[in-house]
């Protein structure tokens, strides 16, 4: 037996207690975890620190820094959200539905936790934390594996951790890291199908489409973005810059911010006369087809193929123009992620039909696509957002971490 | 591209157009296929007898010649299943859940289809009618892939089907057969996740293992069942034995059917004494742990490790005994599929922890395992039943083929 079998054994053990504590004891542990955090956070932090010089000695770049690294102020914000999934409610042990058949049996579906879920990321120490919350409150065991960046600090984190749930009366082994942060042991920790119900890759488009293609543990695929604005000729046209603006630049590093605008032909220009002077606020590279190049003149660059798929993640945006909102329909439907797709117009039928057609998690009519969030969508917490069609789809909160169980009352009944 | 890649495409098409289409409509196909199977049943026969001579040529086993074999009442029954489709609710549109943010967006969550759905099956010819008749009710395109021993069946009930789908003004490719039965083709199916949502693997273990080791198109897993009857110290004996000759016999074939009985060590004797008379009918297979061997003598005989995790799909019976409650919910918990398990008991807190404590999709108390079933659970239909906790636990309906999308109506909102 592998020391990660190992691992595997001992959190799906934990799994069976967890899945029985109650509400008051999961409450409990997440307070614990909280007060560690806070009362110890020098500890955490000088482990940060040493894994700050590690990458600094091999000369991490100062924007991957900057995410590796911890402060007072982060870790605060960091307790305040466990905190706050301590209020939200518990959505294990909830009865969607609960019926008598024909023949007397009564059957429900009650809500249950999906059991062990492996979190394989990249240097961001917050995630530790976040993950491990989340899974707590909706009853899951987690098996953690971040980036060997920050292994020092998610160690800190993670020892801290399952001293608080030991505290609250929890199995430590509710909480666990994998410690050897080479290939091998995420490769093993993606077929670890025995013990690990689901894996949820969370980083860059690079690491999710590995962990998808190579594991046998079902995966849940988060994050991937390439999303549009289209500006029909019936738009508001600047509410369509504002909120294309708003899309674009707000923030550039998320997988909802838009990346490409889609503009009809007989507006295009006036658009652009109203879009370019917020976009130019921030530099926008635009990247046109023919038409919109010949209406931006110097101000764009002429887009290659790769650009109707690309997803930036960065002050770029890819203008595209076309002839009507069924092309736009079509053109999204072959170049999305099936992430955020939003119209700007004020034509009724338009607007619905787009809603209809457009195949994505989230669909919008005259509104950002950065709103694809599980906190802006009431889910009060989020691990991810699903690209996926499979489970869960758009942002998941804690009830998108459950499963449901058949429970079945009879008095004899045979078939 | 490849045929099947040029198949997927039509088929990703063609999942646009069937998204859109309205239940009439899709109903309206439903009988069209239903009265072109029985209009043409003639031509469907013919080619199923084809495959017949074909497979005895090979000496195919009876058993397996029965499942293969189409005759006038078979088709009978799959033509009135596709008809009792389409009295069924559409899934497809209805808003689970839509409200007023804060910010004034309104964001529903509207069910539709999953997309295209790859069915991968071994020699049962109704399983290609059933399988496209849910899939096109739910608004999901079906690429199906059958055994070669069905091909020419196959081929023609597609054949059919696809003229109905045109007769109602729908694209032919909203179903379509890997015609290609080779090893290839499958292989290349489980790969194609450009135009594939979703796997579902029908048939056996072997199959369904591969399926989910080898893909990367996501799978729901269906199928297997390693399930049992736990009879409590404080069970009602008569009612236990009837319920364990029901669950063991009444359709030894099937997943949802018992493998393996647990007693408590308290009424082993006396419950054996019932029950095996029962047994006896059917002349079932008894296989022993030691304590049980000594109850039942010459009757049993002694079970390997193997026997402890085993399916059998036959009149073979597991007999363990154990010292509590506890240890039944352990044992399950070790060695059941997450199936379908059930306790035997009177005592109402027992009752409620095995509720709570068994992981699996469907939980009983003093009840017949062979229930779990879409029929008996009324769903209405059933394309299989899931043993994985992603997506769909337990018989999956019309409504586990679908997935959701949020719908967001705004007036200009920005983040």
Redo the contacts between chains.
């Keep these: 037996m592998t020391d990660l079998e190992r691992q595997g054994k001992l959190a799906k053990q934990a799994a069976?207690s967890l899945?029985?504590a109650g509400t008051d004891k999961k409450n409990e542990a997440l307070e614990a975890i909280a007060s560690i955090l806070m009362e110890r956070a020098n500890e955490w932090l000088s482990a940060n620190e040493e894994d700050l010089k590690a990458a600094e000695a091999l000369g991490m770049r100062s924007s991957m820094l900057d995410r590796l690294s911890l402060d007072k102020k982060r870790i605060e914000g960091i307790v305040e959200g466990v905190r706050q999934l301590k209020s939200l409610p518990d959505p294990i042990g909830h009865v969607d539905s609960m019926?008598t058949?024909p023949n007397g049996?009564i059957?429900g579906k009650k809500r249950?936790p999906?059991?062990v879920i492996g979190i394989i990321y990249e240097a961001r120490p917050n995630v530790t934390v976040d993950a491990a919350a989340l899974c707590l409150k909706s009853g899951n065991v987690c098996i953690l594996r971040g980036g060997s960046e920050a292994i020092r600090s998610n160690m800190c984190a993670v020892r801290l951790m399952r001293e608080a749930l030991v505290s609250a009366g929890l199995p430590e082994d509710c909480i666990s890291l994998v410690e050897d942060t080479g290939r091998e042991s995420a490769r093993e920790l993606m077929h670890l199908d025995k013990y690990v119900?689901?894996l949820i890759p969370r980083g860059g488009a690079g690491l999710i489409r590995t962990v998808?293609?190579e594991a046998?543990v079902?995966?849940?695929r988060t994050g991937e973005g390439v999303c549009h604005i289209y500006v029909d000729d019936e738009a508001?046209l600047d509410?369509a810059a504002?909120?294309l603006?708003?899309?674009k630049c707000?923030r550039p590093s998320v997988c909802n911010a838009a990346e490409c605008v889609l503009i009809h032909e007989k507006v295009a220009e006036e658009f652009l006369r109203k879009a370019v002077p917020l976009l130019d606020r921030d530099k926008v590279e635009l990247r046109c087809d023919e038409r919109a190049l010949s209406i931006l003149g110097e101000r764009g660059r002429a887009a290659e193929e790769a650009d109707w798929d690309a997803e930036y993640d960065d002050y770029i945006l890819a203008v595209h123009i076309v002839g009507s909102a069924e092309e736009a329909i079509d053109f999204i439907?072959a170049h999305g992620s099936s992430h955020s797709e939003a119209i700007m117009t004020r034509n009724y039928f338009k607007a619905q039909d787009f809603?209809?057609?457009v195949?994505?998690?989230?669909?919008?009519?005259?509104?950002?696509t950065?709103?694809?969030d599980g906190f802006?969508?009431?889910l009060g917490a989020e691990i991810g957002i699903s690209t996926?069609?499979?489970?869960a789809?758009?942002p998941m909160g804690l009830q998108e971490l459950t499963?449901?169980?058949?429970?079945?009352?009879?008095?004899?009944?045979?078939?």
Tied chains: 1, 2.
């Design positions: 069976f899945a029985s019926d058949r049996l059957i249950v999906l059991g119900d689901v998808s293609r046998s079902p995966v849940i508001d509410m504002s909120v603006y708003n899309a707000s439907n809603l209809e057609k195949d994505a998690a989230a669909v919008y009519v005259n509104a950002s950065r709103f694809t802006e969508f009431g996926q069609k499979l489970h789809r758009g499963t449901i169980k058949y429970i079945i009352y009879g008095k004899g009944q045979i078939r």
